[in-house]
């Protein structure tokens, strides 16, 4: 199907360590994009990769694009509160993207 | 504000009652999206409007619910006969139709109904 696949569903975390979320397509991807929904929130565009292979880099945030374009990773160093809430891929479909599940980012306390 | 906006922001129904929401995108923008997400999921597509045209509807989409946008500028959703799995928050994007097909989707705030 159009499924796309994202793991973990959650990740508990302490303040500084690192975090790391999946993304899996049994297709080839045309595009990725990867989203962020703050508790309470709604979801808020971070990045768009499309080219094989491709690394993108925010700040403290990594997005990676695989070289066969079936799967991606958005990876953050050293987490802060403020990177709380749950990051969403989502691939494009014929019209609209079709999101994974999510992962959801907790800061132990 | 510039943002997308999206009214009411909570609306509370029974069961067999219709309800009606709007959504005003970014002005500029042709593109418009409405989704449903319920908690612990991914936003799930409901329509896609390119100016007045509704150019994709979800398979998944009951015959309860229509979707307008009749002067290709705000959107209206429209669930007859809600029923207690309507239950969800209705989110709305849009986004410009430069640069290809999958630009970045801006988000309103969504409307949450809650069917009882």
């Known amino acids: 199907g159009q499924q796309v696949m994202q793991i973990p569903q959650y990740q508990h975390v302490q303040e500084g360590e690192d975090f790391t979320t999946y993304c899996n397509s049994s297709t080839t991807l045309s595009n990725i994009q990867w989203y962020k929904q703050r508790p309470g929130g709604h979801p808020v565009f971070l990045i768009q990769l499309v080219k094989s292979g491709e690394v993108k880099k925010q700040k403290r945030l990594t997005f990676q694009f695989g070289e066969a374009k079936k799967n991606s990773s958005l990876h953050i160093t050293a987490t802060q509160t403020t990177d709380v809430g749950t990051y969403f891929c989502?691939?494009?479909?014929?019209?609209?993207?079709?999101w994974g599940a999510g992962t959801k980012l907790i800061i132990k306390p | 504000d510039t943002g997308v906006s999206q009214d009411p922001r909570h609306k509370i129904t029974k069961r067999g009652q219709n309800v009606t929401f709007r959504c005003d995108p970014i002005s500029e923008h042709n593109r418009l999206y409405w989704y449903r997400q319920t908690l612990g999921q991914g936003p799930e597509f409901l329509t896609y409007f390119q100016n007045e045209a509704q150019l994709e509807k979800s398979r998944l989409l009951s015959d309860r619910f229509s979707a307008e946008r009749p002067k290709g500028s705000f959107s209206t959703l429209e669930i007859q006969r809600t029923e207690q799995g309507d239950s969800a928050m209705y989110l709305c994007a849009s986004s410009t139709i430069a640069g290809g097909l999958y630009n970045e989707q801006f988000f309103g705030p969504g409307t949450r109904l809650t069917v009882l």
């Open positions: 989502a691939k494009g479909g014929n019209y609209q993207l079709i």
